[in-house]
């Protein structure tokens, strides 16, 4: 059974970091990417970074470019996104998710509809 767990979300001021972590189970971690969501209230989900299974491709929206990171840990099974400079609009909550047929990271974008299993998300506040 896939399962994916995301922690780490917090209340931080504008400015500051946090990492988050989507701990995977019940696949075979080195197989397959990941993507990385988020949905402010009322907005639609966005797909704001994904590695493609076998790394070729990384992918980061415009919003996060340059500030935010993925990376793994294969000995935890476990993805993490570094998120630095966090603002106003970064806050949201915060997805993982896996695609088993592997067509959900290309260099244009983080397709939704490609992602098969989900976390529970994990919520970022951004207050001043």
């Known amino acids: 059974q896939v399962q994916l767990v995301e922690s780490g979300g917090g209340l931080v001021q504008p400015g500051s970091s946090l990492t988050l972590s989507c701990a995977a189970s019940?696949?075979?971690?080195?197989?397959?990417?990941i993507g990385w969501f988020r949905q402010a209230p009322g907005k639609d989900r966005e797909g704001i970074s994904c590695?493609?299974?076998?790394?070729?491709?990384?992918y980061y929206a415009d919003s996060v470019k340059g500030r935010f990171t993925i990376s793994r840990d294969a000995a935890k099974n476990t993805w993490y996104l570094q998120m630095n400079s966090l603002n106003l609009d970064d806050a949201a909550v915060y997805y993982c998710?896996?695609?088993?047929?592997?067509?959900?990271?290309?260099?244009?974008?983080?397709?939704?509809?490609?992602?098969?299993?989900w976390g529970q998300g994990t919520q970022v506040t951004v207050s001043s």
């Open positions: 998710a896996v695609d088993i047929n592997r067509y959900g990271c290309t260099k244009e974008g983080a397709r939704m509809w490609e992602y098969d299993y």
């Open positions: 019940g696949y075979t971690f080195s197989y397959y990417g």
């Open positions: 590695v493609s299974s076998g790394g070729g491709v990384t």
